[in-house]
């Protein structure tokens, strides 16, 4: 069930458009949100993540340091083995913390939640990309200190952190010691009861291959047991003072610290830099991979603390140029919450190049770190119309698992590529095949992202050197999975799969399943004879490499003009699958609050006997294939399976926000959209302190996007309709389709349009065609009356 399960207390939280903040420090809440804190004030690359844990190391639910893609082999155990299951999954490591800083002032440590606090701020910066603290607090000997650290992973070097700590003795001299610490410490254990939570790794995980230490620079260096990775990870620092210090070092396997120890004098503050530096490799030894580390702290040397956060500093501004979305209502928690939500999808992406994205970005552990579908359907729009070459690169790690699809797909007895439910490196890791092997979907929700990607931004250069293999083998896929069947009238059917809605497994023509695959078909024909008509070349080297067959393009044609789809004429809906109006509807009224999320509290095959929905599924469907489908359509589908809807997947309410935009009911897409963006400000699921959830906030700005300001691409025409909830008086964000970047800005009354950079873009707005150019790069228009009926013109399914 939605509920806020906390709702931050603005005298110690305050609604800051720019920055998510603590103002004040409360001891009892900061050992309840220890966890909710360390995701809320995580900072991340794409390529390094590291949780907003203190420097001091406590309180701490998990001081995580994550690389994207660095893991280790788990086995999959079975209590009764069946052929084709997956029996070794990947799980995302925890690499050695080097947030470390620990303070001792007269030998005594600093602990917040025993300090005698004057004054508190922790602050992540979302304009500088920075977690600030700074603290005043009386040491036990009456001596009045202050403390600022400032903390970064760089954008600009992937493989680099880093730290500035400021300490100043206010009102006496001072004796102080500063431990700077990177350990290799065992991970916190999962709660096995929760599925979704990364398993545990039996044994040492990291094994040592040697350390260096000197000065005060130190680096470790391990090896996985069985993924074949080498990791090596250091810090070095700079230290400025007017007051004299000195330094020792001691380093091992596991643990080097650099201790700084200074007589601190009245108001002349000590200054420590700390630079972190992590790289992996799966192909060097570990001498190469510690030199690479000690080219990154060398750089960090050199260029210093101000140089590094200036230039980081200026790489924000550059993201909030091209994806800022700002909102004017009376909550002012609301633009605070859309902003922090987009930067931590600047913070999942921006550096992820060679990688996926994972469920939860580089902010925990859960789900191991796997990528799902969730990039494809939910993040991929997001940094097509703001970071098309980050888009891009997420495709092209897809193509690059292609050869391990297609393994898959002949252990399981298939054609052409089945794409694995959850991975890191391209292997199947989901060890239940009802929810996993068989959402067999995902092979269309990569093709159909990869339609939107190229239809956005032209790139038809990567459609016809990527793209047209990847749709290929797709199509080959479901040519080989359905039948043309008699009881059906010879239409085309897709049997014993799972859709999006996992709480209905392994049906027989699952709507949304074989609505995407229907288009997965249709685009595979269409881009592979454009191959063979304008690069007959490049059509050779595919049929080469993929002994594709003329003839198959006939085929992919007929299944997708035949595509049986379910449709009830009693109730004019489209049943989710051929049985689900068969089922007993789930007995909502007599189900506690407490017992969501029924996954938890209910065996699957309770759920799977019911009317009773994990997350949107059919009206998913009407969503990515909008034009599908007529407004009537729309109306009494999501009028039925509303209701049947628990929403226990973060990914469900943004997608019910657009759909109920759209067929005019204001009052739920707002309700909607504000579980969807408080998803985790409110940990509204309740597992925050796991870490974000990096899809639905690709989702809230989907309903910002496609909900709010009306968007469709469909076949790349590019429209607008836009609905401003009345909560609201103005919405802004900002696009970039085919290399042409502008605004559109919507208020009550009016649309304005402004090309920002480019020389034209063609689009409609409620119907109506416009041109954005260099000479007349501004539009206004008034506000359309709904999408009702723009869309009664729309052909059925």
Not at 747 to 772: A, N, Q
């Amino acid at each position: 069930m939605l509920r806020p399960r906390y709702v931050p207390p603005e005298d110690i939280f305050p609604p800051n458009p720019w920055a998510f903040e603590a103002v004040q420090y409360d001891a009892r809440l900061a050992q309840e949100l220890t966890g909710q804190a360390e995701t809320m004030f995580a900072l991340s690359n794409g390529y390094l993540g590291i949780r907003g844990s203190v420097e001091e190391g406590t309180p701490v639910q998990e001081a995580g340091t994550y690389l994207s893609g660095f893991y280790e082999h788990r086995p999959i155990s079975y209590g009764e083995h069946a052929y084709g299951f997956p029996t070794v999954g990947q799980s995302i490591l925890n690499c050695p913390s080097g947030t470390a800083l620990k303070l001792f002032v007269e030998d005594e440590p600093f602990v917040v939640p025993q300090a005698e606090i004057l004054s508190y701020r922790r602050s992540l910066d979302l304009r500088a990309g920075t977690l600030n603290r700074d603290v005043r607090w009386a040491s036990p000997a009456g001596t009045r200190l202050h403390m600022r650290t400032v903390r970064l992973v760089s954008l600009a070097h992937r493989h680099l952190a880093a730290i500035a700590f400021v300490l100043t003795a206010e009102d006496a001299d001072v004796e102080i010691a500063i431990s700077s610490e990177l350990e290799n410490a065992p991970s916190s254990t999962a709660d096995i009861a929760d599925p979704r939570l990364a398993a545990s790794l039996a044994g040492r995980v990291l094994h040592p291959t040697g350390f260096q230490a000197e000065g005060m620079r130190a680096m470790l260096s391990y090896r996985t047991e069985s993924s074949g990775f080498h990791l090596g990870c250091g810090m070095d620092h700079a230290v400025s003072s007017d007051s004299s210090y000195f330094t020792e070092q001691v380093c091992n396997d596991d643990f080097a610290a650099v201790t700084i120890r200074c007589k601190l004098s009245r108001n002349k503050p000590i200054v420590v830099y700390k630079y972190l530096s992590y790289h992996y490799s799966d192909n060097s030894a570990p001498a190469r991979i510690l030199f690479q580390t000690a080219l990154t702290l060398d750089r960090a040397l050199k260029s210093g603390f101000q140089e590094i956060v200036e230039r980081q500093r200026s790489d924000v501004e550059r993201f909030w140029a091209r994806a800022d979305v700002a909102v004017e209502c009376d909550n002012l928690r609301t633009q605070q919450t859309i902003r922090w939500n987009l930067f931590q999808l600047l913070q999942a992406s921006e550096r992820s190049e060679g990688h996926g994205i994972g469920a939860r970005g580089l902010t925990g552990r859960t789900y191991e770190g796997h990528y799902f579908w969730d990039t494809e359907i939910y993040v991929l729009p997001f940094l097509i119309y703001t970071n098309p070459a980050i888009a891009r690169s997420v495709l092209k790690f897809r193509y690059d698992m292609l050869d391990k699809a297609r393994s898959r797909a002949r252990e399981l007895g298939h054609r052409g590529a089945t794409f694995p439910w959850r991975t890191i490196n391209g292997e199947e890791a989901s060890a239940y095949y009802a929810a996993g092997t068989a959402q067999y979907h995902i092979n269309a929700d990569i093709a159909y992202a990869l339609q939107k990607y190229v239809n956005v931004t032209g790139d038809n250069e990567f459609l016809w050197s990527y793209g047209a293999e990847i749709l290929t083998e797709t199509a080959r896929l479901w040519f080989d999975l359905g039948f043309f069947s008699e009881s059906k009238g010879e239409k085309f059917c897709i049997n014993g799969v799972t859709g999006p809605d996992e709480y209905t497994a392994i049906v027989n023509n699952n709507c949304f399943t074989n609505l995407m695959a229907r288009e997965n078909l249709r685009y595979a024909a269409q881009v592979v004879r454009d191959l063979k008509r304008m690069h007959p070349d490049r059509f050779d080297a595919l049929a080469q490499r993929t002994g594709l067959d003329s003839s198959e393009l006939a085929d992919w044609e007929d299944a997708s003009e035949r595509m049986y789809l379910p449709y009830d004429e009693r109730l004019k809906i489209h049943p989710q699958d051929d049985d689900f109006l068969d089922l007993e509807k789930w007995d909502f009224a007599a189900t506690p609050e407490n017992r969501y999320p029924l996954l938890l509290y209910y065996h699957p095959l309770n759920l799977y006997r019911s009317q009773v929905i994990k997350q949107a599924d059919t009206v998913m469907a009407m969503f990515l294939l909008n034009e599908h489908f007529t407004h009537e359509e729309k109306r009494r589908n999501f009028e039925y399976y509303d209701p049947l809807t628990t929403h226990d997947s973060s990914l469900s309410v943004c997608i019910q926000s657009v759909v109920a935009n759209e067929i005019g009911l204001p009052h739920k897409a707002i309700e909607y959209f504000n579980f969807a963006a408080a998803m985790d400000m409110s940990d509204i699921g309740g597992n925050m302190m796991n870490g974000a959830h990096v899809a639905a906030i690709g989702g809230t700005w989907l309903a910002l996007a496609y909900g709010f300001a009306g968007l469709r691409d469909s076949k790349g025409c590019i429209s607008f309709n836009p609905v401003l909830p009345k909560e609201w008086s103005h919405l802004s964000l900002i696009l970039t389709v085919r290399g042409q970047r502008f605004r559109i800005e919507v208020d009550p009354t009016s649309v304005i349009y402004t090309l920002l950079s480019g020389e034209r873009l063609k689009f409609s707005h409620v119907g109506e065609d416009l041109i954005l150019s260099s000479a007349e790069p501004v539009i206004s228009r008034p506000t359309g009356q709904g999408r009702v009926d723009a869309q009664k013109s729309n052909e059925s399914a």
